[in-house]
């Protein structure tokens, strides 16, 4: 499977931005990963074949919203009211299991976002 991110940029304080991710198999478990200078790559949000079953991080809780279209194989990830905190390369993943780095089977290109103060 291969995956094919799109969006980022660089924005301020508070501005939206989305993500979006499209894969050219069907995975059960789609969503992102960031990874900041000098962190390590953490899971941002994730979805699983139903809309229902979906994760997000503490820090993003509320302001990040995940979607998948499983007809279309896309995942997409609303982001609102960014902080520069959330500034980071940003990796679409996918697989049976995304739930760490290291249980990871697909990724795709990692996508900057810029969040400016």
């Known amino acids: 499977v291969q995956l094919q991110a799109s969006g980022g940029g660089l924005v301020r304080t508070g501005d939206s931005l989305r993500l979006s991710c499209a894969a050219s198999g069907r995975t059960f478990s789609m969503g992102w990963f960031r990874q900041a200078p000098g962190k390590e790559r953490e899971l941002v949000a994730a979805v699983g074949w139903t809309a229902g079953s979906t994760f997000y991080a503490d820090s993003v809780k509320g302001r990040f919203t995940i979607s998948r279209d499983n007809a279309k194989n896309t995942v997409t990830l609303q982001m609102n009211t960014l902080k520069p905190e959330d500034t980071a390369v940003y990796y679409c993943?996918?697989?049976?299991?995304?739930?760490?780095?290291?249980?990871?089977?697909?990724w795709g290109q990692g996508t900057q976002v810029t969040v400016s103060s």
């Open positions: 993943a996918a697989g049976p299991n995304i739930a760490t780095v290291s249980r990871v089977a697909y």
